[in-house]
């Protein structure tokens, strides 16, 4: 049989076969191999052929058909690892909030590198206007500015009041999206408001520290209406971008690409080089600063871990 993975537990996963039903199945220990590599071999979205245990009777994971991409991260306990958040998505939603919890530019800016380096395209979604104060209008225009004109939507939304769900609602439709972002931004709320069948078990966000808690366990697939699905991810803490090689970086900020070519030195890493191109834009207000200062965290992320070497 041939199958998609909807939730991943680590021991057990969960697939909707082509007639529309779902099963448990494990995997067989020839997968284990793959360990060296990542931590999930086998990650929701994987397109999976099955076959019937001869001896215990289980439904186990043959084989996974190839992945027309993924998007994948740094694994949070094995820095030499890597960790496929999703598979086989046509378009990821990152939700960000201002405040309650405070979603970094840095952030939004690595979730963009990494969904760039896997031909994803990205929009941005703002939850939470609801809880807007004077003090966050800075930040929310400084990502009205950057980001739609680097060709990333952005959409504001309040989950909890049911505002701007039409759009988001429209975006999604006959598509298979990954939404993600820190603990505590709304992805459950907002899942639970597209579709409130589903029910998702959510949480409040710690009151004393302002972060999220968190609430999605293991990243799910669920089907929000005809023909489209989302996957809910667990919240994610910290990002950090793997399989790039420093000369590399600038290809992945849309500002940048083009400039990068007119460099004085091909391998330019628009630090302290001569006739830099990048460095010129930037001084001339034509690349946002704090995108350039995203670039410069990235890079020395890349440098001390040095997983591109390994590669």
């Known amino acids: 049989m041939k199958g998609k993975i909807l939730q991943s537990t680590g021991s057990w996963y969960y697939v909707r076969t082509e007639d529309g039903k779902q099963y448990p199945c494990r995997l067989p220990g020839r997968f284990k191999q793959d360990l060296s590599k990542t931590t999930n071999p086998i990650a929701v979205g994987d397109d999976v052929i099955l076959s019937r245990d001869d001896f215990s009777g289980d439904l186990v994971i043959q084989d996974i058909l190839p992945r027309k991409n993924y998007i994948v991260r ?30 970094s530019p840095g952030f939004i800016d690595r979730f963009l590198v990494i969904a760039e ?25 400084e990502i009205l500015q ?43 709320t907002m899942v639970n408001a597209l579709n409130p069948g589903l ?25 929000l209406f005809d023909n489209s699905y989302i996957i809910d991810s667990p919240g994610i803490k910290e990002l950090f971008v793997i399989e790039i090689r420093p000369e590399e970086l600038s290809g992945y900020f849309p500002e940048m690409r083009e400039r990068a070519q007119q460099c004085q ?29 995203s670039y410069l965290g990235i890079l020395n992320d890349i440098r001390s871990v040095n997983y591109w070497e390994r590669m």
């Open 74 to 103: 740094q694994s949070p306990r094995q820095k030499h690892f890597k960790h496929i958040i999703a598979s086989n998505i046509d378009q990821a939603l990152l939700m960000v909030t201002i405040s309650q919890p405070r979603t």
């Open 117 to 141: 380096a896997y031909h994803i395209p990205v929009t941005i979604l703002i939850n939470k206007t609801d809880v807007l104060r004077a003090k966050d209008q800075p930040m929310l225009d």
């Open 146 to 188: 950057i980001y739609p004109s680097l060709g990333y939507p952005v959409l504001l939304a309040s989950a909890e009041k049911k505002q701007g769900i039409a759009e988001v609602r429209t975006l999604l439709e006959n598509k298979i999206t990954l939404i993600a972002g820190h603990s505590g931004v709304g992805k459950s």
């Open 199 to 223: 029910n998702i078990k959510t949480k409040n966000i710690s009151r004393k520290w302002e972060k999220g808690m968190h609430t999605t366990t293991f990243a799910t697939m669920h089907e």
């Open 265 to 293: 030195y091909n391998n330019c890493l628009h630090e302290n080089e001569p006739n830099c191109a990048v460095k010129a834009a930037l001084e001339n207000g034509n690349i946002a600063w704090s995108r350039f200062e």
